[in-house]
């Protein structure tokens, strides 16, 4: 068992309020990520949780039980840190069961612990080296191990993976993934990359400035994004957003106009707010290629005949997000349709085009009967008579 509750949480350093009031609740096996700007109290919250730091206020209850006043190393918890902290002068074997050692655990029992932990990371050739003759990922795997050996009830985890390059990362992201399969349990782990928030957590919660702005499955963080801010942070390259106002909403749908007067039909029903209203269409990188290009010649096509190749629809998935007299608003999440715009640009300039050319026939037209008057004139004077426009 492992289930973490976290009851209006409060960490002040000084006159500083890091953390401002932090409710969650982890239930037995999850796996949850931390994520939000940086300074925002991820690492706190952390070491509030193990009980490196004491929380102002709130309480912190493990299995039911709060621990606000029992030792880190009674909790149950073990955490890892980013820098790894191993003992330099000791071989991995012993940085892995010196907490064990410490605790007064049986040598037997501690030789067995470590050996299952060290075949789980693959550890075993590397038990007599010291931590200066291991890879980074290497050294990474020991300090996991040695949270392993000790059978926590809830794993911490700060930036595990930051200091390590890009394709040890994703190889390491798998290897979490298939630790928590095995070991089933309760991680809290805090990351500022994306991707590995999105493929390890069972739960994501956006942190901000010492607050929860979000807590949901990765999918909903992604897709339904409580508000402006959940909506960019989440997602890499992250959300476009298009300022624009409300024209009209019923039930159907709300008709926004954006930049150069496009406007966008969104099937999200926006009627409690005013025509005139400011709003934020955000619009996922990966909808627009997913979907603008393809609905958008499916669409094109389909109306062929009637309105031809100048009048290509672009069908999108778009989240929608409303600010409302400075308060945001979820609208929702629908295809949005809007005349693409590469489209009316082609026409307006072939409109353009043949007013140009009008004119200029216009013009040709009036010098031709302007020579044609002085012809006439000319021949009358000469005493000749003047040739009929059609000989
Ligand atoms: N021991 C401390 N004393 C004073 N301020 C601290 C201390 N630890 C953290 N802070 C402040 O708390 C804020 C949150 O820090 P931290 O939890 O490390 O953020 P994150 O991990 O999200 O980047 C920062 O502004 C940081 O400067
Ligand atoms: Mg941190």
Not at 37 to 50: E, N
Not at 53 to 71: M, Y
Not at 223 to 249: D, K, Y
Not at 253 to 264: D, K
Request: proline fraction near 4%.
């Amino acid at each position: 068992m492992g289930s973490l509750k976290i009851e209006n949480i409060r960490k002040s350093f000084g006159n500083v309020d890091v953390l401002k009031g932090i409710d969650l609740d982890v239930e037995d096996g999850e796996f949850v990520i931390f994520v939000g700007p940086s300074g925002c109290g991820k690492s706190t919250l952390l070491r509030v949780i193990a009980g490196l730091e004491d929380a102002t206020s709130g309480d912190i209850l493990i299995d039911g039980k709060r621990v606000n006043n029992t030792p880190p190393a009674k909790r149950g918890i073990a955490m890892v840190f980013q820098t790894y902290a191993l003992y330099p002068h000791l071989s991995v074997r012993d940085n892995m069961g010196l907490g064990l050692k410490q605790a007064g655990t049986p040598t037997e029992e501690i030789k067995e612990r470590t050996k299952v932990a060290s075949s789980m990371l693959s550890l075993e050739e590397y038990m007599e080296r010291r931590p200066a003759e291991l890879s980074g990922g290497q050294r990474q795997r020991v300090a996991i191990g040695r949270a392993i050996v000790r059978e926590p009830k809830v794993f911490l985890f700060d930036e595990p993976l930051s200091n390590l390059d890009a394709s040890l990362r994703t190889q390491m992201r798998l290897e979490f993934m298939e630790l928590h399969r095995e070991l089933g349990t309760t991680v809290v782990y805090v990351t500022h990359d994306q991707a590995e928030a999105m493929t390890l957590a069972s739960d994501i919660v956006v942190l901000r400035n010492g607050h929860v702005e979000q807590t949901g499955s990765p999918l909903e963080i992604f897709g339904r994004p409580r508000n402006r801010f959940v909506a960019s942070f989440v997602g890499s390259p992250s959300m476009n957003m298009i300022e624009g106002t409300l024209e009209a909403a019923d039930a159907a749908g709300a008709r926004v106009v954006v930049g150069g007067g496009t406007r966008i039909t969104i099937p999200v029903d926006a009627r409690r707010s005013a025509p005139g209203t400011p709003v934020t269409v955000g619009l996922r990188p990966e909808h627009l290629d997913g979907h603008a290009n393809g609905a958008g010649r499916a669409a094109a096509g389909d109306n062929g005949g009637a309105g031809g190749a100048n009048s290509g629809t672009a069908v999108l998935n778009a989240t929608v997000v409303a600010v409302v007299g400075g308060i945001v608003a979820w609208l929702g999440k629908g295809r949005f349709e809007a005349i693409d715009r590469r489209f009316e640009a082609v026409d307006r300039r072939f409109d353009r085009l043949e007013a140009r050319l009008d004119d200029r026939i216009d013009s040709l037209g009036a010098r031709l009967d302007a020579m044609r008057s002085d012809l006439t004139q000319v021949a009358l004077a000469v005493g000749v008579r003047p040739r009929a426009e059609n000989d």
